[in-house]
């Protein structure tokens, strides 16, 4: 059975036990460590190959404490790591052979806890062209496609930064409900004309000589990127009608 880090999905309630567990269950049970996951979402990592729950007579799936300890881990490993599925399946399914399999390492990589983020090693806040085509499971011509739509740009030096790491992970997941890079050219507007209103807010204290104040205005940037965040999300559940994690 694949190891969880102590406090883990893996280690709560749904490994306690040896009985079967629904999949509102299991949704509890990974809630406290990933408060984003949904039914939809543990049902698209079964379609992608990520577990295999059991199924009753008239279809309801069942899920062992292993199924679970394994979503902790792709969870985990998407949250932390920006790993696309492909290479999450192969490193737990080289792991579940018993071999020593070593996690890639791209982008930035996060502490298991709410606290400041740190490098697992050296940090890297910029990838290479073909590290990013790996971590995101893509092509020349994808990422060639999702430029021209200014989804992703590279760094003057040819690189990129982590972020786009992530960018690219989350366009590729999203073209696998039909959803094409052309259809996300008003996110990436949306997201423009955001940045913009938070850039005017802090714009005097980031021109401003002393550093604290400096050191103020990216605070204040960071919080209000998280407020528009959040704002724009509560925008889209209503928008929608529907009720979101």
């Given at each position: 059975?694949?190891?969880?880090?102590s406090?883990?999905?893996?280690?709560?309630?749904?490994?306690?036990?040896s009985?079967?567990?629904?999949?509102?269950?299991?949704?509890?049970?990974?809630?406290?460590?990933?408060?984003?996951?949904?039914?939809?979402?543990?049902?698209?990592?079964?379609?992608?190959?990520?577990?295999?729950?059991?199924?009753?007579?008239?279809?309801?799936?069942?899920?062992?404490?292993?199924?679970?300890?394994?979503?902790?881990?792709?969870?985990?490993?998407?949250?932390?790591?920006?790993?696309?599925?492909?290479?999450?399946r192969?490193?737990?399914?080289?792991?579940?052979?018993?071999?020593?399999?070593?996690?890639?390492?791209?982008?930035?990589?996060?502490?298991?806890?709410?606290?400041?983020?740190?490098?697992?090693?050296?940090?890297?806040?910029?990838?290479?062209?073909?590290?990013?085509?790996?971590?995101?499971?893509?092509?020349?011509?994808?990422?060639?496609?999702?430029?021209s739509?200014?989804?992703?740009?590279?760094?003057?030096?040819g690189?990129?930064?982590?972020?786009?790491?992530?960018?690219?992970?989350?366009?590729?997941?999203?073209?696998?409900?039909?959803?094409?890079?052309?259809?996300?050219r008003?996110?990436?507007?949306?997201?423009?004309?955001?940045?913009?209103?938070?850039?005017?807010?802090?714009?005097?204290?980031?021109?401003?000589?002393?550093?604290?104040?400096?050191?103020?205005?990216?605070a204040?940037?960071?919080?209000?990127?998280?407020?528009?965040?959040?704002?724009?999300?509560?925008?889209?559940?209503?928008?929608?009608?529907?009720?979101?994690?």
């Amino acid at each position: 059975m694949l190891q969880t880090p102590s406090g883990g999905a893996g280690s709560g309630t749904a490994a306690r036990g040896s009985e079967l567990m629904s999949i509102g269950s299991v949704l509890s049970a990974l809630r406290d460590e990933f408060p984003e996951v949904t039914i939809s979402k543990i049902r698209f990592l079964e379609s992608e190959g990520l577990i295999e729950p059991q199924r009753t007579p008239s279809g309801y799936r069942k899920f062992s404490a292993g199924d679970v300890e394994r979503l902790g881990h792709v969870l985990r490993m998407q949250r932390d790591h920006y790993l696309p599925l492909r290479v999450i399946r192969e490193h737990l399914d080289a792991m579940e052979r018993g071999e020593a399999a070593q996690l890639p390492v791209v982008g930035r990589q996060r502490t298991g806890d709410d606290g400041p983020e740190r490098a697992e090693g050296p940090a890297v806040a910029r990838v290479g062209r073909d590290q990013l085509l790996a971590a995101a499971g893509i092509d020349e011509g994808q990422l060639a496609e999702w430029q021209s739509y200014g989804l992703i740009a590279p760094l003057e030096d040819g690189a990129y930064d982590a972020e786009a790491v992530t960018v690219a992970s989350l366009v590729a997941e999203l073209g696998r409900f039909g959803i094409e890079p052309r259809h996300l050219r008003v996110m990436k507007a949306a997201a423009d004309r955001e940045a913009g209103l938070v850039d005017q807010v802090v714009a005097p204290l980031k021109r401003h000589r002393n550093p604290q104040t400096r050191a103020i205005a990216e605070a204040r940037t960071k919080e209000l990127a998280a407020l528009t965040v959040k704002l724009h999300t509560a925008l889209v559940k209503t928008a929608l009608g529907v009720r979101l994690p």
